[in-house]
């Protein structure tokens, strides 16, 4: 990859829409409390049907309520929610948006339904690639709390503040249903996310916040549906006494110097990692699809990477980490031999893609680049056959964890190395 590539990248992460800025320009609250991000969803382009994966979307929302559940890592007393149209090339208009606490499946809990506004305003226009935050809404939520939050479409919606891979059932039924206990048993059922890329929490702290900026393994492929056992899920469980949000910018498909199902991590990292506010530090776990894409289904045409290009792309991560007082905590990269084997997305593995993947795992070992590291590769790795993954280990695919890997995973991070607290 050149310079200029590099510089162009990060000349566009810095125009990235800032979280923080959003927050900031909403109403004033009392010096006493803070608003802290407590979960987000990467947003993603949307690609086209040529692609190997298709995005799993309907086509458009019309006179319809989205209902979709997503895990806080923190609690707090008040509550914001982020609605993104990024991706969206005509405006989005919401009828209607609720809040509740999740019970379970589509239902909310009693008493917990709160409508959401928007400077006061039940019904609001997001502009074409724009987030809006909500005005506050009074309802308590503990650490680690399901929140469910309704959208009514009233007008033709295309997707926009698409995110592919949900780990969770979004539901979808006609009629403004915002306020309903529970979606109808006939409503339709995808695990995407639309529209509701943030939550943010009341509390009394300033914020702490890390990051984990990732690819398919840290948002979760090959974990359960529903059950919140994703490698940062279990991250923000250890966190959660301290008081430290986790939020999770794992993006499938994710690459680090090239746009995949998603935007490069070299540029999305300005507006996902750095423009969050009281972000600490970030782990990062990138590089699979970076070497395993080029000549197989997702990148027939590209050529093959090679280690010294994804170190130096790695470099520049750090550069910007530091420019923002951020610490950075490299993952090295797990082992994939027969991944997806016997799919039509077959081709991530081959010995010398598996030599490139060494070679920048022994870099992130050994040049002391990043603030600290987990090995990942070493706890996943079958210590018979070192480029696979270890059965106890494996979601099946050889490619993912499964759910007893991704916890390993967190519990393999070393708390005080990541938020950089002397022992």
Same mark, same amino acid.
């Given at each position: 990859?050149?310079?200029?590539?590099?510089?162009?990248?990060?000349?566009?992460?810095?125009? @990235? /829409?800032?979280?923080? *800025?959003? #927050? =900031?320009? !909403?109403?004033?609250? %009392?010096?006493?409390?803070?608003?802290?991000?407590?979960?987000?969803?990467?947003?993603?382009?949307?690609?086209?049907?040529?692609?190997?994966?298709?995005?799993?979307?309907?086509?458009?929302?019309?006179?319809?309520?989205?209902?979709?559940?997503?895990?806080?890592?923190?609690?707090?007393?008040?509550?914001?929610?982020?609605?993104?149209?990024?991706?969206?090339?005509?405006?989005?208009?919401?009828?209607?948006?609720?809040?509740?606490?999740?019970?379970?499946?589509?239902?909310?809990?009693?008493?917990?339904?709160?409508?959401?506004?928007?400077?006061?305003?039940?019904?609001?226009?997001?502009?074409?690639?724009?987030?809006?935050?909500?005005?506050?809404?009074?309802? @308590? /939520?503990?650490?680690? *709390?399901? #929140? =469910?939050? !309704?959208?009514?479409? %009233?007008?033709?919606?295309?997707?926009?503040?698409?995110?592919?891979?949900?780990?969770?059932?979004?539901?979808?039924?006609?009629?403004?249903?915002?306020?309903?206990?529970?979606?109808?048993?006939?409503?339709?059922?995808?695990?995407?996310?639309?529209?509701?890329?943030?939550?943010?929490?009341?509390?009394?702290?300033?914020?702490?916040?890390?990051?984990?900026?990732?690819?398919?393994?840290?948002?979760?492929?090959?974990?359960?549906?529903?059950?919140?056992?994703?490698?940062?899920?279990?991250?923000?469980?250890?966190?959660?006494?301290?008081?430290?949000?986790?939020?999770?910018?794992?993006?499938?498909?994710?690459?680090?110097?090239?746009?995949?199902?998603?935007? @490069?991590?070299?540029?999305?990292?300005?507006?996902?990692?750095?423009?969050?506010?009281?972000?600490?530090?970030?782990?990062?776990?990138?590089?699979?699809?970076?070497?395993?894409?080029?000549?197989?289904?997702?990148?027939?045409?590209?050529?093959?990477?090679?280690?010294?290009?994804?170190?130096?792309?790695?470099?520049?991560?750090?550069?910007?980490?530091?420019?923002?007082?951020?610490?950075?905590?490299?993952?090295?990269?797990?082992?994939?031999?027969?991944?997806?084997?016997?799919?039509?997305?077959?081709?991530?593995?081959?010995?010398?893609?598996?030599?490139?993947?060494?070679?920048?795992?022994?870099?992130?070992?050994?040049?002391?680049?990043?603030?600290?590291?987990?090995?990942?590769?070493?706890?996943?790795?079958?210590?018979?056959?070192?480029?696979?993954?270890?059965?106890?280990?494996?979601?099946?695919?050889?490619?993912?964890?499964?759910?007893?890997?991704?916890?390993?995973?967190?519990?393999?991070?070393?708390?005080?190395?990541?938020?950089?607290?002397?022992?």
């Amino acid at each position: 990859m050149t310079a200029s590539r590099f510089t162009s990248l990060i000349r566009r992460g810095a125009f @990235a /829409l800032s979280l923080a *800025g959003a #927050v =900031a320009a !909403s109403a004033a609250e %009392p010096a006493s409390t803070h608003w802290s991000p407590s979960w987000m969803a990467s947003t993603q382009p949307i690609w086209s049907g040529d692609f190997a994966l298709p995005p799993g979307l309907p086509f458009q929302f019309n006179r319809q309520t989205v209902r979709q559940v997503a895990r806080l890592s923190i609690g707090g007393t008040r509550l914001r929610v982020v609605i993104s149209n990024e991706g969206g090339t005509s405006p989005l208009h919401i009828g209607a948006a609720h809040v509740a606490r999740h019970a379970e499946g589509s239902a909310i809990a009693e008493g917990s339904d709160r409508p959401l506004r928007f400077g006061g305003q039940a019904e609001v226009t997001v502009p074409p690639g724009a987030r809006l935050v909500s005005d506050p809404v009074d309802i @308590a /939520l503990p650490p680690l *709390g399901e #929140v =469910a939050v !309704s959208l009514y479409l %009233p007008r033709p919606s295309q997707p926009a503040g698409f995110h592919f891979d949900a780990r969770q059932t979004a539901y979808l039924a006609d009629g403004d249903l915002t306020a309903a206990p529970r979606m109808p048993v006939a409503a339709s059922q995808w695990s995407t996310r639309v529209y509701v890329s943030g939550l943010i929490v009341e509390t009394q702290k300033p914020p702490t916040t890390v990051v984990t900026l990732g690819d398919s393994l840290t948002d979760g492929n090959g974990s359960t549906p529903g059950a919140n056992t994703r490698w940062p899920d279990a991250l923000a469980e250890r966190l959660a006494v301290r008081d430290v949000a986790v939020l999770n910018a794992g993006i499938s498909g994710g690459r680090l110097l090239k746009d995949g199902m998603g935007r @490069a991590g070299l540029e999305r990292a300005g507006r996902d990692v750095f423009a969050q506010p009281g972000v600490r530090a970030m782990v990062v776990l990138l590089g699979t699809n970076d070497i395993g894409w080029p000549g197989g289904p997702f990148a027939p045409a590209e050529p093959a990477m090679r280690a010294k290009e994804l170190i130096q792309g790695f470099r520049q991560l750090i550069e910007m980490a530091h420019a923002h007082n951020v610490r950075i905590v490299a993952g090295t990269i797990p082992p994939n031999e027969g991944a997806l084997k016997g799919t039509p997305l077959e081709g991530h593995y081959s010995p010398e893609k598996d030599k490139v993947r060494q070679a920048v795992n022994r870099w992130i070992r050994e040049s002391g680049a990043f603030d600290a590291l987990v090995d990942f590769d070493a706890l996943l790795r079958d210590p018979a056959h070192p480029s696979r993954l270890k059965a106890a280990m494996d979601s099946g695919d050889h490619l993912h964890p499964g759910d007893a890997g991704y916890k390993a995973m967190a519990a393999a991070i070393d708390l005080d190395a990541l938020l950089g607290i002397a022992p």
